[in-house]
């Protein structure tokens, strides 16, 4: 059974930091392809915050550039994303996101794990 698992999150002042991780587990996993931190506000859809490939290729919203760096440890199946320069409106549960392969391929998501950030 595939499992990702974050760790991270919490309250922190606006201009603070943090670092968000998440662990991908399971016997039946033979690779996992793309990777990415998501992110959900009260009342409004999840959107990507920040992608990256197998190869380390990342994208990043517009809103978290220069702020937030995505990096993956292939070799320990885990993703993170250090977050900087925090604001309000960065708030939100954050989700991590894998493409996986086991006798398939697909999406997998972790529980979330909630980033205050206070003015």
């Known amino acids: 059974q595939v499992q990702l698992v974050e760790s991270g999150g919490g309250l922190v002042q606006a201009g603070g930091s943090l670092r968000l991780s998440c662990a991908a587990s399971g016997r039946s996993i033979v690779s996992i392809n793309d990777m990415g931190w998501y992110r959900q506000a009260p009342g409004k859809e999840r959107e990507l915050v920040a992608g990256i490939t197998r190869g380390e290729d990342t994208k990043y919203a517009d809103s978290v550039k220069g702020r937030f760096t995505i990096s993956r440890d292939n070799a320990k199946r885990t993703v993170s994303l250090q977050m900087i320069s925090l604001r309000p409106d960065d708030t939100a549960v954050y989700y991590c996101?894998?493409?996986?392969?086991?006798?398939?391929?697909?999406?997998?998501w972790g529980r979330g794990t909630q980033v205050t950030v206070s003015s």
């Open positions: 996101n894998a493409r996986i392969e086991t006798w398939a391929i697909r999406d997998y």
